[in-house]
């Protein structure tokens, strides 16, 4: 069995910035162990499989380690390789997903993917996680991840995390963050727990991010900037229990899948 598999740059203007996902498009579903093996395989934060469903397509996303319930980047990188490689032609694309239906739009030469905001509240983190970063936060706060606000973007650029402690702790993983002084938000998002020390621009972290610093800053339409090696800029607007996030895609490898047997 041969598949088609691509690698695309989500979150930025041109390859090898943002965040690198790849991309393989079923007919029908394998096992998910087969899923699983596929991912590992990559070695990418995120690999996105989709099948055909009845408006649109069925999507899910894998880890090195394990399947989550929600990815930006490889959305993005889903979408970007429905509408430029694979023939989709209407504005939009419908995905069923483990988070609910997701819409992507194509608008102004970037993709618009509508998701469900998450929420945060304030918590006493385990023991691990303030040694994990090495630094005193302002905040702490949990909703899927931890949200750890620190006092500036040069905190959160200099920290140099103990990753064996974060992997310890109960959440997914920890979203970094501070206020930007060209855009109104930076942040830094680790998932040692899932393999990914660092994730370079993570879509479904700013379903989290988003909503604080709507409320923090008293307004809807955001710019954030990820503070990655690699880097990344997310365009975010919250609408009420949704978060619209955009940003744009590049395709930077395209190739085929050999399975045993093939």
Same mark, same amino acid.
């Given at each position: 069995?041969?598949?088609?598999?691509?690698?695309?740059?989500?979150?930025?203007?041109?390859?090898?910035? !943002?965040?690198?996902?790849? %991309? *393989?498009?079923?007919? +029908?579903?394998?096992?998910? $162990? &087969?899923?699983?093996?596929? #991912?590992?395989?990559?070695?990418?934060?995120?690999?996105?499989?989709?099948?055909?469903?009845?408006?649109?397509?069925?999507?899910?996303?894998?880890?090195?380690?394990?399947?989550?319930?929600?990815?930006?980047?490889?959305?993005?990188?889903?979408?970007?390789?429905?509408?430029?490689?694979?023939?989709?032609?209407?504005?939009?694309?419908?995905?069923?997903?483990?988070?609910?239906?997701?819409?992507?739009?194509?608008?102004?030469?970037?993709?618009?993917?509508?998701?469900?905001?998450?929420?945060?509240?304030?918590?006493?983190?385990?023991?691990?996680?303030?040694?994990?970063?090495?630094?005193?936060?302002?905040?702490?706060?949990? !909703?899927?991840?931890?949200? %750890? *606000?620190?006092?500036? +973007?040069?905190?959160?650029? $200099? &920290?140099?995390?103990?990753? #064996?402690?974060?992997?310890?702790?109960?959440?997914?993983?920890?979203?970094?963050?501070?206020?930007?002084?060209?855009?109104?938000?930076?942040?830094?998002?680790?998932?040692?727990?899932?393999?990914?020390?660092?994730?370079?621009?993570?879509?479904?972290?700013?379903?989290?991010?988003?909503?604080?610093?709507?409320?923090?800053?008293?307004?809807?339409?955001?710019?954030?900037?990820?503070?990655?090696?690699?880097?990344?800029?997310?365009?975010?607007?919250?609408?009420?229990?949704?978060?619209?996030?955009?940003?744009?895609?590049?395709?930077?490898?395209?190739?085929?899948?050999?399975?045993?047997?093939?």
């Amino acid at each position: 069995m041969k598949l088609k598999i691509f690698q695309v740059d989500a979150f930025a203007s041109a390859v090898f910035e !943002g965040n690198p996902a790849a %991309v *393989v498009p079923l007919e +029908a579903w394998l096992s998910d $162990g &087969l899923l699983q093996a596929i #991912a590992a395989e990559n070695n990418l934060s995120e690999t996105a499989f989709f099948v055909p469903a009845d408006d649109g397509f069925r999507l899910r996303w894998f880890t090195p380690r394990a399947e989550v319930d929600l990815c930006g980047h490889a959305t993005l990188a889903a979408a970007h390789v429905l509408f430029e490689h694979l023939g989709w032609s209407a504005p939009q694309l419908r995905f069923a997903s483990n988070s609910g239906p997701l819409v992507v739009r194509q608008a102004d030469g970037l993709l618009a993917m509508d998701f469900p905001a998450v929420a945060s509240v304030p918590v006493v983190a385990q023991a691990d996680l303030e040694p994990g970063l090495g630094v005193l936060p302002e905040t702490i706060l949990a !909703g899927t991840d931890y949200l %750890v *606000v620190l006092d500036s +973007a040069d905190t959160v650029a $200099g &920290l140099r995390p103990d990753f #064996a402690r974060l992997a310890r702790l109960d959440r997914r993983g920890v979203i970094v963050t501070a206020p930007g002084s060209d855009d109104d938000f930076v942040s830094r998002c680790f998932y040692p727990a899932l393999d990914v020390n660092e994730d370079p621009v993570t879509g479904s972290a700013h379903c989290q991010l988003a909503p604080y610093w709507a409320e923090r800053l008293g307004k809807t339409r955001l710019a954030a900037r990820q503070l990655s090696r690699r880097s990344g800029q997310v365009d975010c607007e919250l609408q009420g229990e949704r978060v619209v996030l955009r940003g744009q895609a590049v395709t930077y490898l395209e190739g085929m899948i050999r399975l045993p047997g093939a």
